[in-house]
């Protein structure tokens, strides 16, 4: 049984439950495995920390929820400082957004940092940022297909699709750079 | 009839959500409620739904008032629904005990937070085990479902519902925070290969003399609905087969004794419980609800260590499916009964059980992890 936990942390405002959905829907109605998403959030409507647990298996899942991620997505210094503090420090790899997150005092793990937010401001929408995590995600994890992401991004974005599917691919890109090893 | 609802196929959903679109399906087209955390989703999403299907939606001004409007419009024929979380729940109670008195069908959601009183109301709670028995006064049976993932938040409510038409009476499912709020896949089967139970009618014209709308050569009484032309008197208090206040112990005895026979001697019928790895397993979880998904894997990693362990899960907790508890009971060692609350459905168990049983209670604010569990296993297992 593969199970991945995926913890995706940040700020609300940044589609962070959104791109929960996106991942788990991919895993779920694409390629036929199972997933639970669980979404915790402040108590601010915008700005607050946001949260989004997804946990994808190829078999019926037992416990549903996310006590340590497998992979951690901070898109908010909090969501990082909040996860070391919690001791939810991901066991494979941190994606981050290198404009947005200090990772100076993190070690031992597998890092990619990308310009998430940056990226998805200089293509005209600050709101897609969870796209280009998610295609970061794609690129450096075999958790989804790309093309599983895609189809789900797809459908639910119909009017803005040329833009999304740039976000995903700027993504890709930045992640096959990024990728750092401490 | 299919027009409006959700088209067969497979979802990635939020149990809340399920559990309104198997509402629809089960043929609820009136929804009365007061929103409050982690409910709210039901309500909000029936104010959508309901009118795109002809149905009809009210926000009343509190619990009390919802629930006895969700009477009142199954009263006139119309299946109906309310959902709310414990104080809501609490307040609902006198209204609970109105429509088990008066053989009116319903179905109340329960989503379970983090108790007593306002509690914690974003954290999950199963506190109110007990109060779905017998939170009301005076003597009735309970049908009681608690789901354990986004799946059972569809099937259960549409069996709810068929519970509630087919023994007329309030039905509550019991969910709880973790599973309400969580999205998981669905799959919506073909609408014709859903069993969807109405309730019966009466097979008399509404002019015929000494029309007894309670009529006792029926287990279940057809129900005459309001504007049908039947004289229908449905009262709260003590009534005889024409539905009239009656105040005798020779009364009170036929009247009690129908509501609660109507369950127990279908409680076989209702019973619903899944066996995990049961077959030779000398230390038994009895669980249900969102803790039942911890069970699960606390199970497979004590068989990984070579201790015998396994699960009976609770599907419908009230009426209490006894002689499926005592059956495994006499082949376990040890029963350990996990709960987010501080021992209720321990009890029944205790009743019945022919070996040890020793409670996990866990206080709400978290779901106990497998590990919590599992040390327990290790514990009971030495």
Known sequence: MVRWDISLFGSGGQGIIRGGQILSEAAVLEEGKDATLTIAYGPEQVGGWSRADVVISDEPIDFPLVTKPDVLVAMSQEGLDRSWKEGRVPKKLLIYDSELVNVSKIGGIKMVGLPATKIAEQLGRRVIANIVMLGALSEVTDIVRRESLLNVIRRKFPKALELNERAFMEGVKHAKEGATTV | ?382
């Open chain 2, 1 to 382: 009839m299919t027009e409006g609802l959700i088209p067969p196929g497979k979802y990635f959903m939020q149990g809340n959500v399920a559990c309104v679109e198997a509402a629809l399906i089960a043929g609820c087209r009136f929804f009365a409620g007061y929103p409050i955390t982690p409910s709210s989703e039901i309500l909000q999403w029936m104010s959508y739904r309901l009118p795109q299907v002809g149905g009809h939606f009210i926000q009343m001004e509190d619990e009390i008032a919802s629930i006895m409007a969700v009477l009142g419009a199954s009263n006139a024929g119309v299946k109906s629904m309310t959902a709310t979380s414990g104080p809501g729940f609490s307040l609902m109670q006198e209204g609970i005990g109105f429509g088990m008195m008066t053989e009116t069908p319903c179905v109340i959601v329960n989503v379970q937070r983090g108790g007593p009183s306002t509690g914690i109301p974003t954290l999950v709670g199963q506190g109110d085990v007990m109060q779905a028995r017998w939170g009301s006064h005076g003597d009735y049976e309970a049908i009681v479902y608690a789901p354990n993932n986004v799946q059972e938040m569809f099937d259960l409510t549409i069996k709810a519902f068929n519970a509630s038409e087919e023994y007329r009476q309030p039905v509550v499912l019991l969910a709880d925070q973790v599973i309400s709020h969580m999205y998981g896949s669905l799959t919506v089967p073909p609408h014709d290969e859903i069993k969807i139970v109405n309730r019966k009618l009466p097979c008399v014209p509404p002019n015929i003399p000494d029309f007894k709308p309670f009529d006792a050569k029926y287990e279940v009484p057809p129900m005459a609905l309001a504007g049908m032309g039947y004289r229908v008197h449905v009262t709260g208090l003590t009534h005889d087969e024409r539905g009239y206040p009656y105040y005798t112990h020779e009364v009170s005895t036929w009247c009690v004794k129908h509501l609660v026979s109507k369950v127990r001697n279908n409680a076989k019928k209702i019973w619903e419980v899944e066996h995990f790895m049961l077959e030779d397993a000398d230390i038994v979880l009895i669980s249900y609800g969102i803790t039942s998904r911890s069970s699960y894997q606390a199970v497979k990693i004590a068989r990984s260590e070579g201790i015998k362990a396994g699960m009976l899960r609770l599907i419908t907790l009230w009426p209490f499916p006894d002689e499926i508890v005592k059956k495994v009971s006499e082949q376990a060692k040890v029963i350990v009964v996990p709960e987010i609350n501080m021992g209720q459905i321990i009890h029944p168990v205790r009743e019945v059980a022919e070996c040890l049983v020793v409670g996990l209670s866990w206080a709400p604010g978290a779901v106990p992890t497998p590990d919590v569990i599992l040390d327990t296993i290790r514990y009971v297992s030495r």
